[in-house]
């Protein structure tokens, strides 16, 4: 497939909203040594993102579903420019809670709408591949951008990371306007029809598959540093190194699982990543304490995890005719409940003194719920569609 220049703009939001995203875990201690508050204080500011991307998904795609495609994502990003800006400059702790929140706003809704755009771009039979394209910037950001911010944060100021971060919504507002072709606005798209969709049971269906599939990945990775750490014996210092192993794998299985959505049908895709993640969380399980598998299995993990993206943004479109955008929006809103859930009930097993590995054993059990409610996903809608 040729690469568009639309879909590498799309790219540099995924690396942008990538890196606001997940830096925050690593830079925590910093922000709150700064602003003098305790850790788990400051932990709120990753709440208050997740629950941005779902007010937001819905709300502003919703509010913007007449509008051209292109200029509600130059929107989109001029918004998480503005506020990603103001979280770098922020005084106080109040006026970090609410940058923090507005800047998670266009998250779900960027993603739902270049979902679209993506598949609108792509040549007929690459529209999982497009979409993938898009989703690279935020395993890059996984990979390199991550790290690096965090390191910048560590050594420097985080608030100089955060600038970073404020200048790529920049650069992404930019390539956008430059390179991205003006797609017609849906004239027949109004919300009462967009909400409509979840009107159906199986919207929520897909829903509960995002949510508790990818909750497998989040039970596992939630708690990486401890599981290297105390159960494979790792340095401190290795645990850098796992994280780019995951982002590396990361880069991988996102593309991989485009090709594989592409040639199968999005619904078979997904079971076979769900799947998949199952086995090799599993596997992790038994032999997370040999040193020497830890580094292979931080990059064969990562890939398999991430492989499951195009074919869930697939799934909802494909599903949502009339509704694409407010589906693949939500989509991403789902994303982030899993993230939630799956650091949830992976604390389960520890609250009741289990090591560290056992956390992948819940991420064994979500995986494989996501993997059965796909193959109903597929035998009662998509093999009639």
């Known amino acids: 497939m040729s690469l568009n220049k639309g879909l590498i ?30 850790i788990p204080t400051a932990s709120n500011l990753i709440g208050l993102y997740a629950l941005g991307v ?24 001029l918004l998480f420019f503005v ?46 591949q497009a979409i993938a394209i898009m989703f690279t910037g935020m395993t890059i ?25 404020s200048f790529l919504g920049l650069l992404t507002f930019l390539t956008i306007y430059f390179w991205m072709p003006a797609l017609p606005a849906n004239k027949d798209s109004n919300v009462i029809k967009q909400i409509g969709y979840f009107k159906r049971w199986d919207a929520w269906l897909i829903i ?10 989040f039970a596992w990775i939630s708690y990486i540093s401890k599981l290297v750490t105390t159960v494979s014996g790792l340095s401190e210092d290795s645990v850098s190194i796992i994280m780019v192993l ?26 076979t990543s769900f799947g998949a993640m199952a086995c090799c969380l599993l596997v992790l399980f038994f032999i997370a304490h040999i040193q020497i598998f830890a580094y292979p299995m931080a990059f064969i993990t990562g890939m398999i995890a991430f492989s499951i993206g195009p074919s869930l943004q697939m799934m909802l479109i494909n599903n949502a005719k009339g509704a694409e955008t407010f589906a693949a929006s939500a989509g991403q809103a789902a994303f982030n409940i899993g993230n939630s859930l799956g650091a949830y009930f992976g604390a389960i097993p520890l609250l009741y003194g289990l090591t560290y590995n056992y956390p992948s054993l819940v991420g064994v059990v979500m995986a494989s719920i996501g993997a059965l409610l796909t193959y109903i996903f597929y035998t009662q809608v998509e093999r009639k569609y």
């Open 208 to 217: 509960a598959v995002i949510s508790i599939g990818t909750g497998g990945l």
């Open 141 to 165: 950001a996984n990979l390199a951008g991550v790290p690096l911010g965090t390191f910048i944060g560590h050594h420097y100021d985080w608030r100089i990371t955060y600038g970073i971060i």
């Open 83 to 128: 506020f990603n800006g103001l979280f770098a400059i922020a005084p106080n702790y109040w006026s970090l809670f609410i940058a923090r929140f507005i800047s998670g706003l266009p998250h779900g809704a960027f993603f739902g709408i270049g979902s679209v755009v993506a598949s609108q771009l792509a040549t007929r039979g690459k529209e999982a």
């Open 246 to 271: 995951i982002g590396a794998g990361m880069c991988v299985g996102n593309l991989l699982g485009g090709k594989v959505a592409d040639s199968l049908s999005p619904s078979k895709a997904a079971m």
């Open 54 to 77: 779902v007010v937001g998904a819905p709300t502003l795609v919703a509010a913007t579903s007449r509008f051209p495609a292109k200029k509600v994502l130059l929107f989109l990003m």
């Open 9 to 38: 703009s799309l790219a540099f939001g995924g690396l942008a909203i990538g890196m606001t995203e997940f830096t925050m875990m690593g830079i925590l201690p910093d922000i709150a040594n700064d602003i003098n508050i305790d």
